[in-house]
Structure formats: structure tokens, C-alpha cells
């Protein structure tokens, strides 16, 4: 074997060798002699190594755990949160020069921002408005991580715990809220019931004829059930009495 198959083999290997592949959702950062060159996209790309080097970026969304930490709320509330972030690399060039490990920075000032943001809060606040909280997390850390070339899309609190005493007073609270909105509607109801009982009335004293009626009906319902006593009323008796001297006063003529 000559020298010149040997360059020629050592050649091939190290052109086998400069040969690097880039998925869809990749990009390539390369460097010329540790001078930023360029960013290369997805596809076969070659790197003259030793004098080139490439790092890949990932274009992917990432999911980050804002892991639970204890937070005091504006009124004094001692609380748990936990959270979740979704964020992308959105310029391959600044996260990997501008920082040196995007993902641990991206997970420490998500900490930080959830842990100052809800704090301004109180807790009622904190409970009714999770999604204007939720939008406030995001664009602070979309602020940071900005100059890093991250785009943060969502951020979620996903879960609060609050302490036990806590949680029992907010309990009695519910069910004292509960009782007052059941008390207010039988008022309502019972309120509605005198309005009309109160117009029937108007009625009846405008027409007499219509008590004995209603009285009679009353009666006939009362028949329906099978009872064996029948209570009738006093107004009615007189009404009885009135009819028999009446008829006694015509027989005498």
C-alpha cells in the first residue's frame, strides 16, 4: 500500500467523519476557530473539525416543573405552589452564547418570578384570579429570558395548597355563604306568597259569593280523600243558619 491510498483512505475517514445530520427540529450554532460563524439548518451538514465546532439547539416547546414553594400572600397566607412552564428556544444564536445553561436559568428565575409576582397578592385574589396571575408570571419571564433567546408561551399555577386551619375556616365560610343564600330565597318566597295571598283577598272582600265557593271546593276536595269527619268553617254555619230562618219566615206568610 502506498502513501498516496493512505491519504486517500485517511481523507475519506476524515470526510466521513466532518458529516453531521440536523433533525427537523434542530438548528446548528457553528463556530470557526471559536468565532460565531453562523447557524445552519436542518439537514446534512459537514463541520471541519478541529477548526469548526457545532452545537445543536433544540426548536422544540420545552415542559419545566416550577417545583412547590412556600410563598406568603399579601394578607399573610402561608401557601404552597407549584407551577408549570412551556418555553422555546426562539433564537439558537443567544442561547448558546449569551448563557451557558438556558435551562437551569430558565428554571431558577421561573422560582423567582412566581414566588415575588404572587406574593403581591392576597389570597382571595390569588384563588379567583389564576388566570390574570397566570398572565402576569408569563410576561415577567418572558422579560428575562428574552435577551437569552427563550420565548416562554404559557405559564400555569397548577397547584395550591393551603394550610389546614385554613382550609376549615374557608369551609365555614362556604356553608355560612350557603345558608345565607337559602334563608334569602325562602324570604323571597315566602315575600311573593303574601303579595299574592294579600291580592286573593282584595278579591274575595270585592266578592263575597266567591268565599263560599272557594269554601264549597274546598269541601269537595276534602270529600275526595275518604274522611269521616268534615270540619266546616264558622262563616259558612252562619251562611246556613241565615238560609233556614229565611226559609222559616216564608213559610209563615
Do not use: C
Not at 498516496?4 to 476524515?14: E, N, R, S
Not at 404559557?154 to 337559602?182: F, S
Request: aromatic residues 6%.
Amino acid at each position: 500500500m502506498n502513501t498516496l491510498t493512505v491519504i486517500v483512505i485517511i481523507g475519506l475517514i476524515y470526510l466521513l467523519s466532518t458529516i453531521r445530520v440536523l433533525r427537523q427540529y434542530e438548528r446548528g450554532v457553528i463556530f470557526l476557530l471559536g468565532r460565531f460563524t453562523g447557524v445552519r439548518d436542518a439537514g446534512l451538514r459537514l463541520i471541519f473539525w478541529p477548526f469548526q465546532s457545532m452545537t445543536r439547539v433544540s426548536l422544540r416547546v420545552i415542559t419545566m416543573q416550577i417545583p412547590s414553594q412556600k410563598i406568603i400572600t399579601k394578607d399573610n397566607v402561608s401557601i404552597d405552589i407549584a407551577a408549570v412552564a412551556y418555553y422555546r428556544i426562539a433564537d439558537p444564536e443567544k442561547s448558546v452564547i449569551q448563557i451557558e445553561s438556558v435551562g437551569s436559568a430558565v428554571n431558577q428565575i421561573s422560582q423567582t418570578t412566581v414566588r415575588n409576582v404572587v406574593g403581591r397578592f392576597s389570597l382571595d385574589q390569588i384563588l379567583s384570579d389564576t388566570v390574570g396571575i397566570n398572565e402576569q408570571l408569563k410576561k415577567v419571564i418572558d422579560g428575562h429570558t428574552e435577551p437569552w433567546g427563550v420565548e416562554v408561551t404559557v405559564v400555569e399555577i397548577k397547584d395550591i395548597q393551603l394550610p389546614d386551619n385554613m382550609q376549615r375556616a374557608m369551609a365555614k365560610e362556604a356553608e355560612a355563604e350557603r345558608e345565607r343564600r337559602a334563608k334569602i330565597v325562602a324570604a323571597e318566597g315566602e315575600f311573593q306568597a303574601s303579595q299574592k295571598l294579600a291580592e286573593a283577598a282584595d278579591i274575595i272582600a270585592a266578592h263575597p259569593v266567591s268565599l263560599q265557593l272557594r269554601t264549597l271546593q274546598t269541601m269537595a276536595e276534602i270529600s275526595t280523600e275518604k274522611n269521616s269527619t268534615i270540619i266546616f268553617p264558622a262563616q259558612f254555619m252562619t251562611t246556613v243558619h241565615e238560609a233556614i230562618k229565611m226559609l222559616k219566615s216564608d213559610n209563615s206568610k
